[in-house]
């Protein structure tokens, strides 16, 4: 197993760049929880830290997209080293403005800047990786690249939720926040700096006519996927806390998202080392199928032991799926417009987990942690397996295939 991930990690280059994006990718997991935490000490409220950090999330997912165009017309260095100052201007603005006794507007507003300037560093990675290992017979590679980025993901949500939730309660609210800055600002700028392995912008030239057109037939569907991702797990890691009190250790809450999210990071790191026969959109399909039957039992249980099981068992078809989407949006997308197809992958994550997470508050509140996992969890899994369900298959999945690789630079 160890040798497909050797292969691509030694190109030149390669381990460098993934490192950085590791760092710089730190904020998504930890930004929203440090505004949370830095209001809600300063206020006593956690619905006005959870609005501060909402407003965050939108501003992201609204922006991802023309951020990612950004990238592909001008480049990666010159957009993200912007990007990246602007973000952590917006995080310390909120700082300042919630030490100092600010108007609670400038709270928010400080948030959007800094959602909306949030270096798009996971496209990024992603988007190179394709470009490092172009060629005929680079598919199979990329797609060990991108479990190899999956696995980062995983350790990410991991240890950012941990790191800033410490610094937090533990050293001061607002260290949180600056450990989110350093950790976003420095990596960005040190991936932005690696023009060895940048790939080339893609100014648009607008006498040539117009831009070549994204294969909605495919990306559609697969945005659906990705929303109802988000939708189960930001519905999800709150229906679990909320299991957890209800059985008296909400601590043990922590855990039990630690097996999810180990589970998924187990099946990544070995879905990078298979090669598969059956069609990318065959996988997805097959992944969403595996999320519906990993959530299903859930409203049954009442025990922390068999959820913990089931946790880390329904763990393993998350990043599968995950993988094969990343790779479909890559195979099908114009190399021109490729970091704007990336974001459609956060974009839809992160348009997904702030409704999921208020809708199964909301259910919880109403009726507990079971009918919540019924409705909410299930409910999102069943919605990315009928959206996979829409994915073209046979002739037609071969054409977007085939346009996507054709669409290569002059």
Known sequence: MLGSYRSVLSRPGALRFSAAGLVGRLPLSMAGLGMLLLVQADTGSYGVGGSVAAVYMVANAVAAIPLGRLVDALGQGRVLATTSVVFGLGLVGLAVAVHTGWPSWSWYAAAAV????????????????????EGPD?????ETAYAFEAVVDESVFMVGPILVTLLGTLVDPAAGIVATVVAGVGGSLAFAAQRGTEPPAHPRDRSAGPQEPLPWRTLAPVTVVCVALGLMFGGTEVITVAFADEQGTKSAAGLL????????????????ALRFRRSLAQRVRWGALGLVLAMAPLFLVDSIGVMGALMLV??????????????????????????????????????GVAPGAALAGVVVDAGGSSPAYLAVSLGAAVLAAAAARALPSGSAERADMELGASRTEP
């Not at 393993?316 to 704007?340: G, K, S």
């Open 138 to 142: 680079s598919a199979s590679e990329v």
């Open 114 to 133: 800094a959602g909306a300037s949030l270096p798009p560093i996971d496209a990024c990675v992603r988007t190179r990786w394709a470009h490092v290992l």
């Open 257 to 272: 998202l630690a097996l999810w999210a180990l589970g998924s990071l187990t099946a990544g790191a070995v879905t990078g």
């Open 314 to 351: 329904g763990g393993l078809a998350i990043a599968p799926t995950l993988i094969a989407t990343t790779a479909m949006i890559e195979q099908v997308t114009p190399p021109a417009r490729l970091t704007e197809g990336m974001a459609l992958l956060q974009t839809g994550l992160v348009a």
